[in-house]
């Protein structure tokens, strides 16, 4: 079986397309891989909130932190839950709205050009194994269609503005497991 559905759907992944993407711009390589983290309410995991809000379907009535981000519209190419499962919303040749106002290296608008993942979780605990296993397949799949040449965090990408995957996250793995990556300083990633 091939790993890629066309459009850039990973066949693995359950797909739950999202109305929160775009075109990429001709001829920009996807070449960046952002890695965030989310849990709806902040520090809750298990529900289908986080597939409601980048369908655009979150009902803000349902808990009072969800009236605050009702009406923002974005997306992620890929949401990592808890237990390793691979969600899909947006086909990796389509931009989708992740970063916000970014910059990698001192290209701007981060969007363009990368595949942003989203790890269900938060700045204060720790990832499960199951969603580092999924991450590392996730990796090695978008390595082997696309020209990826950095994986960053969100932090990175958007600083001041942006904390996540947070302290927790182990950038120590992705050093020893993608050496090949340009990655944030060892001081940064920490």
Same mark, same amino acid.
């Given at each position: 079986?091939?790993?890629?559905?066309?459009?850039?759907?990973?066949?693995?992944?359950?797909?739950?397309?999202?109305?929160?993407?775009?075109?990429?711009?001709?001829?920009? +390589?996807?070449?960046?891989?952002?890695?965030?983290?989310?849990?709806?309410?902040?520090?809750?995991?298990?529900?289908?909130?986080?597939?409601?809000?980048?369908? *655009?379907?979150?009902?803000?009535?349902?808990?009072?932190?969800?009236?605050?981000?009702?009406?923002?519209?974005?997306?992620?190419?890929?949401?990592?839950?808890?237990?390793?499962?691979?969600?899909?919303?947006?086909?990796?040749?389509?931009?989708?709205?992740?970063?916000?106002?970014?910059?990698?290296?001192?290209?701007? *608008?981060? *969007?363009?050009?990368?595949?942003?993942?989203?790890?269900?979780?938060?700045?204060?605990?720790?990832?499960?194994?199951?969603?580092?296993?999924?991450?590392?397949?996730?990796?090695?799949?978008?390595?082997?269609?696309?020209?990826?040449?950095?994986?960053?965090?969100?932090?990175?990408?958007?600083?001041?503005?942006?904390?996540?995957?947070?302290?927790?996250?182990?950038?120590?793995?992705?050093?020893?497991?993608? +050496?090949?990556?340009?990655?944030?300083?060892?001081?940064?990633?920490?």
């Amino acid at each position: 079986m091939k790993p890629w559905l066309p459009g850039g759907w990973l066949a693995e992944a359950r797909h739950q397309p999202s109305p929160n993407e775009e075109e990429r711009p001709a001829g920009v +390589p996807v070449d960046l891989v952002v890695i965030h983290n989310i849990s709806l309410p902040p520090g809750q995991f298990g529900g289908d909130w986080v597939e409601a809000f980048f369908a *655009n379907r979150l009902d803000p009535l349902a808990h009072p932190y969800f009236a605050t981000i009702a009406g923002m519209r974005v997306s992620s190419h890929f949401y990592v839950r808890r237990d390793g499962e691979i969600v899909q919303f947006v086909g990796c040749d389509r931009r989708a709205w992740h970063a916000g106002q970014s910059a990698w290296q001192g290209r701007g *608008n981060c *969007n363009d050009y990368s595949v942003g993942i989203e790890l269900e979780g938060c700045d204060s605990m720790p990832f499960e194994v199951a969603q580092y296993e999924a991450l590392w397949q996730l990796i090695e799949a978008l390595g082997q269609r696309y020209p990826i040449a950095a994986i960053a965090g969100h932090s990175h990408v958007a600083p001041g503005r942006k904390t996540d995957p947070g302290p927790h996250f182990d950038w120590a793995a992705v050093r020893r497991r993608y +050496p090949q990556f340009e990655l944030p300083p060892a001081e940064e990633a920490a």
